[in-house]
């Protein structure tokens, strides 16, 4: 009877030791696949880079006509940037009375680098560079390239622009002033921060509201690297955990490194800008190398809420979070009260970096077509592939205008062949192939590629009449030029039926054809 009470006794204990050993068990192995997620992506492939179509470069030379508006125009898609004196720095360009004076990007072609050089353009009266000089080596130049633009791309989901950089290559104040805003205690704590979050916690406390944050940076990365931005427990259990096995496998410098390259910092259009890199060329056309500790504090600042803090967004917003930043860099002694004073005096630009990327939408469709006929998907999606072609976006912008005021003089002069309907109007295309090369320089698919992506360039089937008579002439006179044909330029056919006979003796066949002029 005693035995029965012990064993009834023990029963509950046994049922709980099992469940919690299930529990233990459970927990253990989603801790394990946790940690192989971390492993896998930080060492594999950390980042799906977007492959980039460009157009040609914009060659300069002495003689070129050019209209100057064009290229300022062309040079603010770039992302270069005015000064009201002689360039001094990368991606800056100076405006004068007799010419334009361009400090050029560094920029890797397949087949070799550009070195960034000052060059300074001569312009006569009309639209005629009269001269290029290398200001740096005060020598006259036959041509300059202006690197080509981007025109679009392959990507997965949303554009993801991103410029890889090093740890070595980052403003050592701009590592000071995004740690000091961000996450002061990096190189202190394993991944989570218990005093950073009951400070946080205090802090909102007193402002009755959610002031202050307590995620560490390292969970910060978590969330953006590996996770989605639900607000639920569930995610933010799992940020936790992997930003402590993060700490476990990888040293702080990696981290932070990762870290620089993955931050959300606004948008450009439907470009996504992340990383430090990519955001120093955004906001001020230079390498982060070149930030001055203004640019650095106002970047610094922005990683919180680009899309409030930026200063194309909210540009008093933008200057007050970079006082801030400042203020919190002489709080903790890492700059001097001269350097303080000296990057709140500096001028704070709103500008816009002007996006160019429906340059030639149907080329571009083009150009995707083929290529992913020729490569996998994931390769041209987030490989970071670049894919250089010889559109002219100056003639590209020409082709289009001509098109389109082409068919509204057709409309003008012949009104039955004017439609209300964008999508019963007429239509044309046009492209322009260089003769020497074959090269495509422009191509207009049609009148409205938001109306229709319909390509009549390559897509529609139409009869081309007289403009094949140029390749007949010439199979023509390269007969006669080589003594194996008849004709001449001032040869004479007559414009009348011919009669041809095909197929073998037993089952010939009468063909007539009818040659009539101009059909």
Known sequence: MLLMKKKRKSRPLRIFLGFFLLILSFTAVYIAYLDYQVVKKFEGQRW????KIYSAPLVLSPGLDIDKSHVISRLKRLNYHPVKRPVKRSGEYYLSQSGLEIFLHDFSYPDRLQQGIPVSLSLSSGKQIDRIVDLSLAEDLDRVPIEPEVIGGFYEGTWEERSLIGLSEVPPILIDAILAMEDRRFYEHGGIDPRGILRAAWANLRAGGIVQGGSTLTQQL????????????????NEAIMALLLERHYNKDEILETYLNEIYLGQNGIMGIYGIGQGSWFYFGKPPGEMTMGESALLAGIIRSPNTLSPQKNLKKAVQRRNLVLETLFAGEKITLRQYINARAETVSGR??????????????????????????????????????ALDVELQRIAEEKLRNGLQMLERQYS?????EPGRQIQGALVAIDPRTGEVRALVGGRDYGTSQFNRVTQARRQPGSLFKPFVYLAAFEEAANGRGPYTPISQVEDAPITLQAGAETGRRRITIEIISGR
């Not at 978590?222 to 259990?237: G, P, Q």
């Not at 039955?416 to 209300?420: E, F, G, M, P, S």
Request: charged letters at 30%.
């Open 48 to 51: 799906k880079l977007p492959s």
């Open 222 to 237: 978590v969330k953006n690297f590996y996770l989605d931005s639900d607000r639920t427990w569930n995610r933010k259990l």
């Open 352 to 389: 816009k970096v002007k996006e160019r990327l429906n340059a030639a939408p149907y080329f571009v469709d083009e150009v995707r077509q083929r290529l992913a006929a020729a490569y996998p998907g994931d390769l041209l999606n987030s490989g970071g592939l670049r894919i250089f072609t």
């Open 416 to 420: 039955h062949l004017k439609r209300a």
